[in-house]
């Protein structure tokens, strides 16, 4: 009894209560203790809360009084003081909260669902040594659940502890969200009558049900009606009503179409989600139907029964390269898809046929391609230990069966070098099986018979050669890179000086000449092999000469190779040694398209050749800006890369000759709005002296 001390704590705890510092001095009393504190603080989710001076606490026998104790950060306070009760007389604990954040304390009590807000208000604890009664009257401002904004809500409530009895209001008129929520909760009840909660929205923001159902339906917002009660117990808990969507929109995963609904209503019923029969319209708007069931337990563990959609015309497929880098495009067609099964092995069967009045256009990307190697002067290093492998949830396994009835409408385009730009552009008639999952690779089954199209042959972005498809087809087996391709594609090469092959040295003549080129193998790694062609009425086809040479080009793949590069690059054939082409060997270059056999051919030239055969005073150079930032200008790296000739036309003289070379750069292409994509220049450079130093006694005599 009277006795003092004086208290430093200083202590850590967990993740959420960091550490804290607690100052005060403890007069003990016959019945109880006062405890004065001094300027104390603690730390929760790395925010310093400060505990001022001055504050006192007594509590003894039945009586309790706190004096002006405050806990601040910033402009967050918790005032706790006491009060009589004007009626009983009775000590009241009154804690007055200034715009406490909910995300700091909150996961306290519970972590899901998140709430994140600024909460105001008076909560005032009755009865403190007796029968335990709390309330609450306040607001909460820009109040979210798990990331969802719900507005600013008006907040009140009581709760008692002798019965376990929770009742509690909520409302807001924000501009988002106009609602009323009333229930109660009693925690010591255990049956289904635990719960009673009634929500009477005039605007409510789809987005909400967003965690719920985005395993099958993404980026949902929009505005709602809604009449729900939620009922049940901590074994089971159900909501029941009707929602009728105003104004909404939602995604399909996987075919990533959005469409909208308008003044729709959704029914609810016990453990059950009634879509009923939902219109839906596209941005194009078309229509199509939604229809169907959605059991559930509390939005968990969902599984769909005969959710069906169907459409006479409908966007049914809207994706890109970054959703899937095989197989993407925008189909718009007719189409039935039917979802069954729950969330943990959902199927989702989509058969469809593309409009053939609308523009659809699908991309295959065989993923091969002449640099797509790996990069060797990057070298990753791996800082500290690797984390722990997430855990997927069980509610993500979903397959996806599609059928695709190709017609010309629809344009295929089967990249096969997306580096040198070697694109297989088609339009023709086929059904495709696509099958891809979660779990599961993509595998395309089904043949497509090309009708008409073309191959580009695009060398460097400034040398595009169409090929005009003649006739081809494209069959899957499973493996949608291991298709089997049997496609032939000419290219007419006109006006070309066809004198120099034939061996009498007396004709002279101009003539078109065909490039046949066929394609066969697999699809990924496709055999390009050529041959040329002569019109009917030509008179060269009667000059048994130039008929044996045109013959010995298809029998030797080396020489064809080079003749179709010459007569792609040059419109010319090579003669002897007196194309510089004639230098490399073609036979032996790994490459799968037409864009690929003529880079190599270069590149070989350039790279081995070129200051051999000029005993030195020809060579190339190469220069990268110094001043470039290569983690932030990636996509400006080919801009900025000069090459070209270096001549020495003594020692004292030498000519740099050539430029910018734009490889494959489009982005640069726009941006200087112009096609030439090789800008030069001629630099000359002439040395003071032999050593590059200026003489200064000659100097002193100019």
């Known amino acids: 009894n009277n006795d003092i001390t004086e208290i430093h704590l200083k202590t850590s705890a967990g993740k959420t209560l960091n550490d804290a510092e607690l100052n005060a001095s403890v007069q003990t009393l016959s019945d109880g203790v006062k405890v004065h504190f001094y300027p104390s603080s603690f730390i929760i989710n790395d925010k310093k809360w400060l505990l001022d001076k001055d504050g006192e606490l007594t509590v003894r026998k039945n009586f309790i009084d706190a004096n002006e104790i405050k806990f601040s950060h910033e402009n967050q306070q918790i005032v706790l003081s006491t009060a009589l009760d004007d009626l009983t007389d009775q000590t009241h604990i009154v804690a007055k909260l200034t715009e406490v954040s909910l995300e700091d304390f909150i996961p306290f009590a519970f972590k899901k669902p998140s709430l994140k807000g600024l909460l105001t208000g008076i909560a005032t604890v009755r009865d403190p040594f007796g029968k335990i009664s709390i309330e609450f009257e306040g607001k909460a401002d820009s109040l979210s659940m798990d990331d969802k904004y719900i507005g600013n809500v008006h907040l009140s409530g009581n709760a008692n502890t002798s019965t376990g009895l929770i009742e509690f209001k909520a409302n807001t008129t924000d501009t988002s969200n106009i609602f009323s929520v009333n229930g109660s909760f009693n925690y010591k009840d255990s049956s289904e009558n635990q719960m009673a909660v009634n929500l009477e929205a005039a605007r409510i923001n789809l987005n909400i049900l967003e965690p719920f159902l985005g395993t099958v339906f993404s980026k949902m917002d929009g505005m709602a009606a809604t009449s729900l009660k939620l009922n049940g117990g901590p074994e089971h808990r159900y909501i029941t009503g009707k929602a009728t969507i105003l104004d909404g929109a939602l995604k399909i995963a996987y075919t990533q179409c959005r469409y909208f609904i308008k003044d729709e209503t959704i029914n609810f019923e016990k453990d059950l989600i009634d879509l009923g029969a939902i219109r839906l319209r596209d941005s194009l708007g078309y229509t199509g139907t939604l229809s169907g069931k959605i059991s559930h337990e509390f939005f968990d563990k969902l599984s769909f029964d005969n959710v069906r959609l169907e459409t006479a015309k409908l966007s049914l497929l809207n994706t890109t390269k970054y959703d899937n880098a095989q197989f993407y495009g925008n189909v718009i067609g007719k189409a039935f898809m039917n979802i069954n099964g729950p969330t943990t092995n959902l199927h989702m069967d989509i058969d469809g046929e593309p409009s053939i009045l609308d523009s659809s256009h699908i991309y295959l990307a065989t993923g091969a391609g002449k640099e797509s190697n790996a990069i060797d002067y990057i070298e990753f290093i791996q800082f500290g230990s690797q984390m722990e492998e997430l855990k997927t949830s069980l509610s993500s396994n979903i397959l996806v069966t599609l059928r695709i009835k190709a017609n010309p409408a629809c344009k295929v385009d089967v990249i096969l070098d997306e580096e040198t730009g070697d694109i297989i552009k088609g339009q023709g008639n086929g059904t495709l099986s696509i099958r891809v999952g979660t779990n599961e690779p993509l595998t395309i089954r089904g043949t497509y018979e090309l009708t008409k199209g073309e191959y580009t042959f695009n060398f460097q972005t400034f040398l595009k050669k169409p090929f005009t498809l003649n006739r081809g087809s494209i069959t899957w087996n499973g493996d949608a890179l291991q298709a089997l391709i049997d496609i032939d594609a000419e290219y007419l090469a006109k006006n070309v000086d066809i004198s120099s092959l034939s061996g009498s040295g007396g004709f002279r003549q101009k003539e078109d000449v065909k490039i046949i080129s066929h394609l066969t193998g697999v699809l990924q790694k496709p055999q390009v092999s050529f041959e040329f ?101 990636a996509a400006l790296l080919q801009a900025n890369v000069r090459a070209g000739l270096k001549i020495l036309l003594s020692n004292r003289l030498v000519v740099l000759v050539g430029g910018n070379l734009d490889y494959n750069n489009t982005p640069i292409a726009q941006q200087l709005d112009r096609k030439g994509l090789l800008t030069p220049d001629i630099t000359i450079e002439w040395l003071i002296n032999k050593d590059g130093e200026i003489d200064r006694k000659k100097l002193g005599n100019l």
């Not at 040479?549 to 793949?557: H, I, P, Q, S, Y």
């Not at 080079?562 to 036979?587: P, R």
């Not at 050749?609 to 190469?622: C, D, Q, R």
Request: no cysteine.
């Open 533 to 633: 062609e002569l019109p009917e009425r030509s008179e060269a086809k009667r000059d048994d000469i130039i008929v044996k040479r045109l013959a010995d080009f298809k029998n030797d793949e080396n020489e064809m190779n080079k003749q179709v590069a010459s007569l792609l690059l040059f419109n010319t054939f090579i003669i002897g040694n007196q194309n510089f082409l004639s230098q490399g060997n073609a036979s032996t270059l790994i490459t799968n398209t037409i864009g690929g056999v003529v880079s190599s051919l270069l590149t070989n030239f350039f790279n081995k050749e070129l200051e051999k055969a000029t005993n030195g005073v020809l060579s190339t150079y190469i220069d990268i800006n110094p001043s470039l930032n290569l983690q932030q200008s």
